[in-house]
């Protein structure tokens, strides 16, 4: 009778410690509390399908009148933490198939650079990778890509910004219905150099002004409706 109260509670601890460890697994994988908030947030009200999906970093985040501004677009903002393209891809499942986007705009990529010291070699993979989940789960979604931008907090990484740029240019210009929008360019002056009133005082994020900025290049490129090809 002992033998058997102690194999069954044996079996429960192995049990409990086993289902421990995957929620452990699951809470402590980067990101994940804000990926559940966007699902509790769609349990409360989905959002239509067939919108377009913005993803990405905080950058993308913290665009937060996006929806707002481009509202007849039904934008659906994903944006989350300081994510890089790697939690990107790992979380497509979450953030862009549920809402069946029509089209898809991402931001990432710059704190690969920054946070993980990658070069722009591996960036280009990782967006590689990005690109192949995505099309994986949807097959013929369009996509455009917002190019790296220059934060002048980060000018240590330029010349692998401006690499990791060209070489995702160049890998976009073999796809099919994608967009290499270079927002970049249009955030320096003149001379080239960087526009420091553009950003916050991090120098990382952007004022209005920056978003400004990108909203005007990118509106001409997005679809108003399903069926109607990218440019």
Same mark, same amino acid.
């Given at each position: 009778?002992?033998?058997?109260?102690?194999?069954?509670?044996?079996?429960?601890?192995?049990?409990?410690?086993?289902l421990t460890g995957n929620i452990y697994a699951q809470e402590s994988r980067p990101f994940w509390?804000?990926?559940?908030?966007?699902?509790?947030?769609?349990?409360?009200?989905?959002?239509?399908?067939?919108?377009?999906?913005?993803?990405?970093?905080?950058?993308?985040?913290?665009?937060?009148?996006?929806?707002?501004?481009?509202?007849?677009?039904?934008?659906?903002?994903?944006?989350?933490?300081?994510?890089?393209?790697?939690?990107?891809?790992?979380?497509?499942?979450?953030?862009?198939?549920?809402y069946a986007p029509r089209q898809v705009v991402i931001y990432s990529g710059e704190n690969d650079?920054?946070?993980?010291?990658?070069?722009?070699?591996e960036t280009l993979k990782r967006f590689q990778a990005l690109i192949t989940k995505i099309r994986?789960?949807?097959?013929?979604?369009?996509?455009?890509?917002?190019?790296?931008?220059?934060? +002048?907090?980060?000018?240590?990484?330029? =010349?692998?910004? $401006? #690499?990791?740029?060209?070489?995702? @240019?160049?890998?976009?210009? &073999?796809?099919?219905?994608?967009?290499?929008?270079?927002?970049?360019?249009?955030?320096?002056?003149?001379?080239?150099?960087?526009?420091?009133?553009?950003?916050?005082?991090?120098?990382?994020?952007?004022? +209005?002004?920056?978003?400004?900025?990108? =909203?005007?290049? $990118? #509106?001409?490129?997005?679809?108003? @409706?399903?069926?109607?090809? &990218?440019?």
């Amino acid at each position: 009778m002992r033998r058997r109260i102690f194999l069954k509670l044996a079996i429960f601890t192995a049990f409990a410690l086993t289902l421990t460890g995957n929620i452990y697994a699951q809470e402590s994988r980067p990101f994940w509390n804000e990926v559940q908030e966007f699902q509790h947030k769609d349990s409360l009200q989905m959002p239509r399908k067939h919108g377009i999906v913005f993803l990405g970093s905080s950058s993308i985040r913290k665009w937060v009148d996006a929806e707002k501004h481009f509202k007849k677009y039904n934008v659906i903002n994903r944006g989350f933490g300081g994510s890089t393209l790697l939690q990107a891809t790992e979380y497509v499942d979450y953030l862009l198939v549920p809402y069946a986007p029509r089209q898809v705009v991402i931001y990432s990529g710059e704190n690969d650079i920054a946070t993980d010291s990658v070069d722009a070699d591996e960036t280009l993979k990782r967006f590689q990778a990005l690109i192949t989940k995505i099309r994986s789960k949807l097959i013929d979604v369009p996509i455009v890509y917002l190019s790296i931008k220059q934060s +002048p907090s980060r000018t240590g990484f330029t =010349e692998v910004v $401006l #690499k990791s740029n060209s070489l995702i @240019k160049d890998y976009l210009a &073999t796809l099919p219905n994608t967009i290499f929008l270079d927002v970049n360019s249009k955030m320096l002056d003149a001379k080239g150099a960087l526009r420091p009133e553009l950003f916050e005082s991090d120098m990382l994020h952007m004022k +209005p002004a920056g978003y400004a900025i990108w =909203e005007k290049e $990118l #509106k001409p490129y997005l679809i108003k @409706k399903s069926g109607q090809k &990218t440019h």
